[in-house]
C-alpha cells in the first residue's frame, strides 16, 4: 500500500530564504505527483503536477523534482515572501487518478 | 467560468439526520472525486468517477453514497449521519493527466 510522509511537519523561517520541503513514498508504481497549497479554511489549490516520465516541474519561484528510485520528491521555494505561508500537500496517483496524500507542512514565513 | 463548486458550504445535522453535498464543475473534466480532510487523517479518498454513470469506491466508502448524475455533476449523499462524519469534506475533478482540481469545501457538523 502507498505510503505518503512529508517532512517537516512545520517549518518558520524568515523572509527571502529559500527552503526545500521533502515528501517521499513506499511505492514506486506512480503515475503523476502532485504538490498542493492549502491555506487555513480553504480549498487545495494544485502548485505543480509531474508526470511519471518526468524529472521536475517549475512555476514562478516554485519548483518541484521527483526521483522515483529513491521514492522522494521536493518542493524547492526560492525567496520566500510572507504570502507563501500556507500548509503544502503532496500527492501521488495511481493511472485510475486516485491520490494518496501526504500530511502536509504548515509553513509560517516571518516578514 | 467558476471551476468547481460545492454546495452547501457548511452545514450542522443531527445524528440520524440524511442530507446530500452537491458538486458541480465547468471544466468538461470527465472523473470526479470525493474526500474528506480530518486532522491528524488528512486528506482520504470516499468515492470517485472515472467517467460518467460509473462510480467506485475509494478508501473510506461506509456510510456514504454517490450519484454521477451527468458530467457536470458529482453529489454525496450521507443517509444516516454519525458524528464520526462530521469532516471537511472536498470535491475534486481531473481530466487527463489527472491533475487534479478542488472545490472550496463543504463544512459538516454532526451533533
Known amino acids: 500500500k502507498q505510503e505518503v510522509t512529508q517532512i517537516p511537519a512545520a517549518l518558520s523561517v524568515p523572509e527571502g530564504e529559500n527552503l526545500v520541503l521533502n515528501c517521499s513514498f513506499t511505492d514506486s508504481a506512480i503515475y503523476n505527483l502532485q504538490w498542493f497549497r492549502q491555506d487555513p479554511g480553504k480549498g487545495l489549490t494544485s502548485l505543480l503536477l509531474?508526470?511519471?516520465?518526468?524529472r521536475e516541474q517549475t512555476s514562478g519561484r516554485l519548483n518541484a523534482s521527483l526521483d522515483k528510485s529513491s521514492g522522494r520528491s521536493t518542493l524547492y521555494i526560492a525567496a520566500s515572501q510572507p504570502g507563501d505561508s500556507a500548509t503544502y500537500l503532496c500527492?501521488?496517483?495511481?493511472?485510475?487518478?486516485?491520490?494518496?496524500f501526504g500530511q502536509g507542512t504548515t509553513l509560517q514565513v516571518k516578514p | 467560468n467558476a471551476g468547481v463548486t460545492q454546495t452547501p458550504k457548511f452545514q450542522v445535522l443531527k445524528t440520524g439526520q440524511s442530507m446530500t453535498l452537491q458538486c458541480a464543475q465547468d471544466m468538461n473534466h470527465n472523473s470526479m472525486y470525493w474526500y474528506r480532510q480530518d486532522p491528524g487523517m488528512g486528506l482520504r479518498l470516499i468515492y470517485y468517477s472515472a467517467s460518467e454513470g460509473t462510480t467506485d469506491k475509494g478508501e473510506v466508502p461506509n456510510g456514504y453514497n454517490v450519484s454521477r448524475l451527468n458530467k457536470r455533476e458529482f453529489s454525496l449523499r450521507l443517509e444516516s449521519a454519525a458524528p464520526s462524519q462530521t469532516s471537511v469534506y472536498f470535491c475534486?475533478?481531473?481530466?487527463?493527466?489527472?491533475?487534479?482540481?478542488f472545490g472550496p469545501g463543504t463544512r459538516l457538523t454532526v451533533t
Open positions: 509531474i508526470q511519471s516520465s518526468q
Open positions: 475534486a475533478v481531473a481530466g487527463i493527466p489527472h491533475e487534479q482540481y
Open positions: 500527492a501521488f496517483s495511481s493511472n485510475t487518478g486516485k491520490l494518496i
